[in-house]
């Protein structure tokens, strides 16, 4: 199930950064309680949606979303790796994108480690494309179209959709 996070999933939060992000990463990251209370930081920053077995079960992914304006930024994705290639990133992705439209944004973004190529293929499949390099923290900035993506979808509607 995906529902919205809790309190209680930020430990599971900061293990799949731990375990799935931080591995392919080509800069430092901190340790232990460090990376708890960074990662806790930034997920007060934005909202969060989880992958679970249940309401009280801890997560097996999440997604991480900012808002600026009319502008979604993907801050961070990621999804055990014994959960993975079943459709979970692609579910979060599109439904972080529903939200965003129902919050008013138009365009998506998100930032890709240079050496991340699976994360670059993935977004790729779910329609993102590199706008620019970004050499000196080694990763790509990628953009998707929020309205021209749901195609026939009225924005207004997803705009007034319950979550």
Request: proline share 4%.
């Amino acid at each position: 199930m995906i529902r919205w996070m809790q309190p209680g999933d930020v430990p599971g939060i900061v293990d799949l950064v731990r375990t799935e992000l931080v591995p392919l990463s080509t800069r430092s990251h901190p340790r232990d309680s460090r990376l708890y209370t960074d990662v806790r930081t930034r997920l007060r920053r934005g909202e969060t949606l989880v992958a679970s077995d249940g309401r009280k079960s801890g997560p097996f992914a999440f997604i991480h979303m900012e808002f600026r304006g009319s502008t979604m930024y993907i801050d961070m994705l990621a999804v055990h790796s014994g959960s993975q290639h079943r459709s979970w990133g692609t579910e979060l992705m599109n439904r972080a994108e529903k939200y965003g439209l129902s919050k008013g944004c138009i365009e998506s973004r998100l930032f890709v480690d240079d050496t991340n190529y699976r994360g670059m293929r993935f977004y790729e499949k779910l329609g993102y494309s590199v706008v620019r390099d970004i050499k000196e923290l080694k990763c790509y900035e990628m953009y998707k179209s929020l309205l021209s993506s749901y195609g026939d979808s009225n924005p207004w509607n997803l705009m007034n959709a319950q979550w």
